[in-house]
């Protein structure tokens, strides 16, 4: 039985950062591909850094490039979102998933940017207080 399991949300400041962890059991992480998403109050599901099993190639949402990154752990098979200068924005459930399908665009394949991932966490929540 595949289980993901997310950990470290917060609540912080504007500006703060935040780390993410997610740790996957019945699964391995570096075999397909992986993402975090994340949903806000009256939003939908929304990818928010996705990562290629071979680490060759990461997507990031345009509102958290330069902020957010995706890494991967092979030996604790987990996968973290590292989150800095957070904005009142960021405020969300955030999910890890795994399993995503692939797109093939501009010549190269790329992890799917929607929530058609086989497998969820139960999410955590982020709160940024500004």
């Known amino acids: 039985q595949v289980r993901l399991v997310e950990s470290g949300g917060a609540s912080v400041q504007a500006g703060g950062s935040v780390r993410l962890s997610c740790a996957a059991s019945g699964y391995t992480l570096s075999s397909h591909c992986v993402a975090w998403f994340r949903q806000g109050p009256g939003n939908e599901r929304e990818a928010v850094a996705t990562?290629?099993?071979?680490?060759?190639?990461?997507y990031y949402a345009e509102s958290v490039k330069g902020r957010f990154v995706i890494s991967r752990d092979d030996a604790k098979n987990t996968v973290d979102l590292q989150m800095n200068s957070l904005k009142s924005d960021d405020t969300a459930m955030y999910y890890c998933?795994?399993?995503?399908?692939?797109?093939?665009?501009?010549?190269?394949?790329?992890?799917?940017?929607?929530?058609?991932?086989?497998?969820w966490g139960q999410g955590t929540q982020v709160t940024v207080s500004s």
């Open positions: 998933a795994a399993q995503g399908p692939w797109r093939y665009r501009d010549g190269d394949f790329y992890c799917s940017e929607g929530a058609d991932y086989k497998y």
């Open positions: 990562m290629k099993p071979d680490r060759a190639r990461t």
